[in-house]
């Protein structure tokens, strides 16, 4: 049974004539008579009763006629709704991205995208870059914002880096900054026995200020523990201790910003999907926002090296202050507690 037979039907039940039927859908008379007798083998039972000059729906014809017209409306509403989605009317979007980047980066992107498209749903799912790669592989999200490299490769993964992300650090502008003198910027050794603020585990922040700080020689010293990047940022604007955050987050919180004096602090940011199958349209258009977002000074998104030289352990490329991703010193752990976040809910 085909939608063209059922239109030809209906066509013809409307009309009660099969010329006019077929002058109404634009096809010759025969073929239009052809499909009609073609639907009636089909279902085992004629349609219309067939007088010169009088059509009458059978009982057969009557039973069909409500099944074929809400069969037709339904296709129609398939192919408007398919249309709305192709063309961003409408549809869904599911991101992932660590916390820290969902305090910073994520939302001004997200505005510029819902500016755009106001019909798209968005879904966003905060986690740590090895959770949210497996969220991609097991479909479960469309596109997700991770730190690279992974500390374990995932081929199937198609990767385009973002931008580069200094860290810095944070203290209360109330409180004496973490220099003193002339000088304006922070060395990891300046970091030995400072009260830190410090991330719960799981964190790839804590994971990058411990690594950074016994690469220095040191243990950090850790006045309270165990918050997100919220509570982090509490408990240094309240005197508890400084922490090391990402510039874009430290932007934001009102915070004294001091930078590192060498140039290894930072991390790199991808935007990844699934390499075996095309992301969704609402996907890859908010992958041209994120890449036209990117560093005005990074216009090719700031290409990093290794994170490490060759056959080099990480602690010796933090102390030397040569260019190391957040990720590559991690343990592994996600950073973030994998909270689902619903940004706007369609009508």
């Known amino acids: 049974m085909q939608l063209q037979q059922l239109r ?35 279902l085992g039972a004629e349609l219309f009763h067939r007088a010169r000059g009088h059509i009458t729906l059978t009982d057969a014809g009557e039973t069909l006629l409500p099944i074929a017209r809400r069969i037709l409306a339904d296709a129609e509403t398939a192919r408007r709704e398919v249309q709305e989605v192709a063309q961003l009317r409408r549809g869904r979007l599911r991101l992932g991205a660590p916390p820290s980047l969902c305090a910073s980066l994520v939302p001004d ?14 879904l966003i799912t905060e986690d740590g870059s090895q959770d949210l790669v497996r969220a991609l592989a097991d479909g479960a999200l469309d596109l997700a ?16 880096e973002l931008l580069r992300e200094e860290l810095v650090v944070v203290s209360a502008p109330d409180r004496p900054a973490p220099v ?22 799981g964190y790839d922040l804590r994971e990058f200020t ?27 604007r309240a005197g508890l201790g400084i922490a090391v955050v990402p510039s874009m987050v430290a932007e934001r919180s009102g915070l004294r910003v001091t930078r590192f004096a060498t140039s290894g602090m ?5 935007v990844a999907h699934r390499g075996d199958v095309s992301p969704p349209r609402a996907a890859r258009e908010l992958q041209r926002i994120l890449m036209e977002r990117r560093d005005p000074g990074c216009p090719e998104g700031c290409p990093v090296g290794p994170a490490t030289g060759p056959g080099r352990p990480v602690g010796e490329a933090v102390a030397s202050g040569e260019a190391v991703s ?22």
């Open 8 to 42: 030809y039907f209906t066509a013809v039940a409307d009309t009660r004539h099969f010329t006019r039927a077929a002058a109404r859908e634009h096809v010759a008379q025969p073929s239009l008579s052809q499909q009609i007798r073609s639907l009636e083998r089909e």
């Open 109 to 122: 992107v997200l505005r510029a995208f819902h500016a755009a498209y106001p019909g798209v749903d968005l």
């Open 145 to 160: 914002l991770i730190i690279t490299p992974l500390p374990v490769q995932a081929p199937a993964l198609a990767t385009a």
């Open 180 to 201: 003193a003198g002339r000088r304006t910027r922070i060395r990891v050794e300046d970091l030995r026995g400072r009260p830190l603020a410090m991330f719960r585990r």
């Open 210 to 236: 411990t690594a950074a700080c016994r690469a220095a020689g040191f243990e950090p010293t850790f006045t309270v523990e165990g918050g997100e990047m919220d509570a982090v940022l509490g408990f240094v």
């Open 266 to 270: 930072h991390r790199v940011v991808s």
């Open 326 to 347: 957040g990720e590559a010193v991690a343990s592994g752990r996600p950073e973030g507690g994998g909270r689902g976040v619903r940004v706007s809910r369609g009508g």
